[in-house]
């Protein structure tokens, strides 16, 4: 709100003659408006917490960054570490998948070998007659197969179980690296503060220079309301009957301010028409803007109020994120103690993996030579069906030979029995019987008998029988 002669000028010559209730309803509003005092005073000290805040707000950054480098590298360092154990688990949990693929092929062999011994029968011609069907696999001991699977599946389950428990101790090092890695992501949000670049900035020097700003307006604005209100006391002085009214209107004015009360009750000075009529007319002008000036007042609070509401929000993030880098330095503290704990448990499963993977690759050899042996049974049993295969052809043969032999002794003998009859018949009766004790003997006879009395009889086996034993073991009929 200003004054001039020209806008003194502009005014009809009636407000020379403005009426003491206007005047008054202009100082009851003046007064009124001084009530924006607490606005102003607010102001201050919206700009003094912005300014403090703006210094807090640079140590705890300052602090805040300082945390954060030593403990960026000491996270770097614990990654590197994590990542290591975990390409040990990794390494280890490919080699046990290994092992077993392995020990199931080598089982599923043995296995297989062991069925081939269930199906084989054998030939009941072999075995007594009082003796029931018996495989290949009633002549195995399988307690030996059993024991051994079970000494194979103690290493699996110890292996398992080492890795398991190397499992969660990698867990809880991957938690605590995380746990770490977490509290340091929360910061102050990008959108309050970022700029093209995405850098993080603080918004306080930009709000504190806009607060200053606004401040200073409502103190000019806080000033022209003063100066109003003395100008009004002024002019209800000059009129008549307006003494009693300044002095009273004056006297009760809001804390802090104290401009006018000496003038409303001190009196008033001479002064001649036309400098009366150009205090009205300004008097005029500026009462028709006091309430846009208590608005401007206002609106300048609102919009200081919410950037403060702004500060705070700021400096309360940068608060969080300092505790939260504390707790993470404390927390790598912890982790610090815990991290030999985590290394050794890595050299423990790495040992324990290593003595358990030896057994079980050596019983795993054990599996092997026993499919082998196995196998060498199977193979073995062919043979045996050849061997008596071969067997019974030589001792037909010889049974045949004997068969002949027999026949031919048999024919001598006839043959000699009838020439020895002839020769008694014809010479018997001009010789004595006792010239000679063997004349009238009869042949020589002879027989072919089996010697040996644990000798047994080849049994018979069906010649297909022997020709799928010589196909197994790669023969020929």
């Known amino acids: 709100m200003a004054s001039s002669t020209e806008s003194l000028r502009s005014q009809s010559s009636n407000q020379a003659s403005t009426p003491l209730e206007t005047l008054v309803s202009h100082l009851l509003a003046s007064k009124r408006s001084l009530s924006s005092i607490n606005h102003v005073y607010r102001a201050n000290e919206l700009v003094t917490a912005t300014r403090n805040s703006l210094e807090t707000s640079v140590i705890t950054s300052a602090r805040t960054e300082f945390l954060r480098s030593g403990i960026d590298s000491q996270v770097q360092i614990l990654t590197r570490v994590r990542n290591n154990t975990e390409g040990v688990a990794r390494e280890g949990a490919a080699e046990f998948k290994a092992v077993i693929r392995n020990l199931d092929t080598a089982e599923e062999r043995l296995r297989a070998t062991l069925n081939l011994l269930r199906e084989t029968m ?178 300048h609070i609102i919009e200081m109020e919410a950037q403060y509401e702004l500060v705070t929000a700021y400096t309360d993030q940068l608060a969080n994120e300092h505790a939260n880098t504390t707790s993470a330095f404390r927390l790598l503290e912890e982790i610090g103690l815990r991290l030999p704990g985590y290394i050794a448990q890595s050299h423990v499963f790495v040992m324990r993996w290593d003595d358990e993977k030896a057994k079980i690759e050596e019983r795993m050899d054990e599996l092997e030579e026993l499919r082998v042996f196995y196998d060498g049974f199977l193979r073995a049993y062919d043979n045996l069906l050849i061997e008596i295969g071969r067997r019974k052809a030589l001792e037909m043969r010889m049974e045949k030979v004997a068969q002949d032999a027999m026949a031919r002794i048999q024919k001598l003998y006839e043959d000699d029995f009838e020439e020895r009859e002839s020769f008694k018949k014809a010479q018997g009766d001009f010789l004595p019987r006792d010239i000679w004790p063997g004349l009238m003997a009869g042949p020589l006879q002879y027989e072919i008998l089996p010697v040996g009395t644990d000798v047994e009889k080849v049994p018979d086996v069906s010649k297909s029988v022997i020709q799928q034993a010589l196909r197994r073991v790669g023969g020929s009929v």
């Not at 290493?155 to 746990?179: C, K, L, R, W, Y």
């Not at 009129?239 to 009196?267: C, F, H, S, W």
């Open 122 to 299: 054998v030939e009941a011609s072999l075995r007594p007659e009082e003796e029931g069907r018996r495989s290949l696999l009633d002549f195995v001991d399988e307690t030996g197969v059993a024991g051994l699977m079970a000494r194979i599946q103690a290493s699996i389950d110890t292996a398992s179980g080492a890795h398991d428990e190397f499992s969660e101790t990698n867990m809880a090092f991957d938690e605590d690296v995380q746990s770490v890695k977490s509290l340091l992501a929360e910061r102050p949000k990008q959108d309050m503060q970022g700029d093209a670049g995405g850098e993080i900035r603080s918004p306080i020097p930009e709000v504190l220079h806009d607060m200053e700003d606004h401040a200073k307006d409502m103190a000019d604005n806080l000033e022209s309301l003063v100066r109003h209100f003395d100008l009004c006391v002024t002019a209800i002085k000059h009129t008549e009957g307006g003494g009693d009214a300044a002095q009273r209107i004056a006297g009760e004015l809001p804390e802090g301010v104290d401009i006018g009360k000496d003038g409303a009750n001190a009196p008033a000075d001479p002064i001649g028409e036309d400098e009366r009529r150009e205090m009205m007319g300004v008097l005029e002008k500026d009462a028709s803007q006091v309430e846009d000036v208590v608005i401007e007042i206002k609106e």
